[in-house]
């Protein structure tokens, strides 16, 4: 796998206040044969659809506690 030299841009140059920004596709960054890749297929794959219905808008979970005790 050839490695790519990157330049790191010093961001503190502009103060305080500045946020930093990903690009909108990474995918150029992430190497073909990386396990990521495969990863991410997987998951892809998988009906998720059970885990979403638990979780409400705001990202908690929708059971309670002391019912996961019982």
């Not at 992430?30 to 890749?37: A, E, H, Q, T």
């Not at 908690?60 to 996961?68: A, I, K, N, P």
Request: glycine fraction near 6%.
């Amino acid at each position: 796998m050839k490695k790519q030299n990157t330049v790191q841009i010093d961001y503190t140059v502009l103060g305080d206040n500045y946020k930093l920004k990903l690009p909108l596709n990474i995918d150029y960054i992430i190497p073909k044969d990386y396990f990521v890749r495969l990863l991410s297929q997987i998951i892809e794959g998988m009906n998720l659809e059970k885990l979403f219905l638990g979780i409400d808008s705001h990202g908690e979970s929708t059971s309670r506690e002391d019912s996961m005790v019982n």
